[in-house]
């Protein structure tokens, strides 16, 4: 079965921190694809990023930089002297492949960020 | 270039009724899905659906039901409704073209409230 686990519901900071959001995943398939989302108070889904099963280079975006290590099945998130705006639910998904079609998402519990002027 | 595009954004019905909830994808995304998120069950899988055809299918029950159109826009419908469906729907559309695991981008989903 496939899972996805944020442990962390909430974290607080104050801006210009730094701040990680973990995200571990279990599945037994080799080919397989993660995703970060951000969802604001409006409801939207934001798509962060994709990484797949075979692409374990880290990615930084800006402030915002991802650490992909198959070894711990953990796909963590960082963001880099946070802001205000960055206050949001974070949600991390592993899509597996279903021989070739779209395959659906599974999300973790999310983690809220708030980050404090 | 358009988003996801769902309508309505907000509604409220009584308990047995039932409703319909509309989304317009992405131009060019043939894939459509349909997740439900509460409180409770965070975001969970409900359908996709390509070419018209429901091609996969979360663990809900009968009552959820969809359809997508030959022009990809798709549409859900709850029926006798419960106060447990109370819920933020949201659709979401990918590409899809031919390979697994292209990026899903989300609407900004329909939040309904059953009373």
């Known amino acids: 079965a496939q899972k996805v686990t944020q442990a962390q519901t909430e974290i607080s900071v104050v801006e210009k921190e730094d701040v990680t959001l973990d995200c571990v995943y279990e599945t037994r398939d080799t080919t397989y694809y993660l995703f970060w989302y951000k969802q604001p108070p409006s409801g939207e889904l934001v798509f962060l990023i994709r990484?797949?099963?075979?692409?374990?280079q880290n990615e930084i975006s800006g402030r915002y930089s991802w650490n992909f290590q198959k070894s711990t099945s953990s796909f963590n998130f960082t963001i880099t002297a946070s802001q205000v705006v960055d206050s949001a639910v974070y949600f991390c998904a592993l899509m597996v492949n279903y021989g070739g079609s779209q395959g659906n998402l599974i999300f973790g519990k999310g983690t809220k960020l708030s980050v404090k002027p | 270039k358009a988003g996801v595009t769902q309508t309505p954004r907000y509604l409220i019905k009584t308990r047995g009724q039932q409703v319909t909830l509309s989304c317009s994808p992405i131009?060019?995304?043939?894939?459509v899905s349909w997740y439900q998120q509460t409180p409770g069950q965070g975001l969970q899988f409900l359908f996709e659906?390509?070419?018209?055809?429901?091609?996969n299918k979360g663990n809900f029950p009968g009552r959820f039901s969809g359809r997508q159109f030959s022009n990809s826009r798709s549409e859900m419908n709850v029926s006798t409704l419960e106060l447990g469906d109370s819920a933020l729907y949201l659709c979401a559309s990918s590409l899809d073209a031919g390979t697994a695991g292209n990026t899903i981008y989300f609407g900004e989903g329909s939040w309904l409230t059953v009373v």
């Open positions: 990484r797949n099963s075979f692409d374990e």
């Open positions: 131009s060019g995304h043939r894939s």
């Open positions: 659906y390509f070419s018209e055809t429901q091609r």
